[in-house]
T-cell receptor
Framework: DQQVKQNSPSLSVQEGRISILNCDYT??????FLWYKKYPAEGPTFLIS?????DKNEDGRFTVFLNKSAKHLSLHIVPSQPGDSAVYFC????????????FGTGTRLTIIP | GAGVSQSPSNKVTEKGKDVELRCDPI?????LYWYRQSLGQGLEFLIY????????KSGLPSDRFSAERTGGSVSTLTIQRTQQEDSAVYLC?????????FGPGTRLTVL
């Protein structure tokens, strides 16, 4: 039962354009969402997060949008840069006592110079 | 550095052997998590430590897996009688506020 889904395993975007990564979730108890970026042979690096009381959070080139009614969030990167090429994981946590993260399977983003 | 560290970075073992994986969390972080990532999968929660409370072991896949956290800091994940399906990257994270920060992981290969 995949509670967090990233339906696009890969995405290629031209340098300078906008990258949009999508994530869907099924558990309405999730109230905090995060995006992590992962390079090969490294652990995931925290990128940006959003609480369920907000619908948008922005940090430099990165913006996360949350649509609670659709149980959907997206990460926008603009402008995309070659260093953004990595695997991006969407994660969610809720008031389950342990606040563990439930991860999607990731989207491999490739920025084309 | 001040990040989460894990050792070893790579471990190759034979089926049936026991292995120990170590995690040094960020100083002062009271919450510590273990996850694993199998090939082609997302990260899967294994176990959670919070301060002096009893750990949440709800994610451990079998009784061959155990973990401890000594002195509220360093944690060791032990896998007994390893099986080939245990092959994965094992990641440790410590938490401040709502955000978990990950170590580089240990890649375990069971032959």
């Amino acid at each position: 039962d995949q509670q967090v889904k990233q339906n696009s395993p890969s995405l290629s975007v031209q340098e300078g354009r906008i990258s949009i990564l999508n994530c869907d979730y099924t558990n309405s108890m999730f109230d905090y969402f995060l995006w992590y970026k992962k390079y090969p042979a490294e652990g995931p690096t925290f990128l940006i997060s959003i609480s369920s009381i907000k619908d948008k959070n922005e940090d430099g080139r990165f913006t996360v949008f949350l649509n609670k009614s659709a149980k959907h969030l997206s990460l926008h990167i603009v402008p995309s840069q070659p260093g953004d090429s990595a695997v991006y994981f969407c994660a969610a946590s809720g008031l389950f006592g342990n606040e563990k993260l439930t991860f999607g399977t990731g989207t491999r983003l490739t920025i084309i110079p | 550095g001040a990040g989460v560290s894990q050792s070893p970075s790579n471990k190759v073992t034979e089926k049936g052997k026991d292995v120990e994986l170590r995690c040094d969390p960020i100083s002062g972080h009271t919450a510590l998590y273990w996850y694993r990532q199998s090939l082609g999968q997302g990260l899967e929660f294994l176990i959670y430590f919070q301060g002096n409370s009893a750990p949440d072991k709800s994610g451990l896949p079998s009784d061959r897996f155990s973990a401890e956290r000594t002195g509220g800091s360093v944690s060791t994940l032990t896998i007994q009688r390893t099986q080939q399906e245990d092959s994965a990257v094992y990641l440790c994270a410590s938490k401040v506020g709502d955000t978990q920060y990950f170590g580089p992981g240990t890649r375990l290969t069971v032959l």
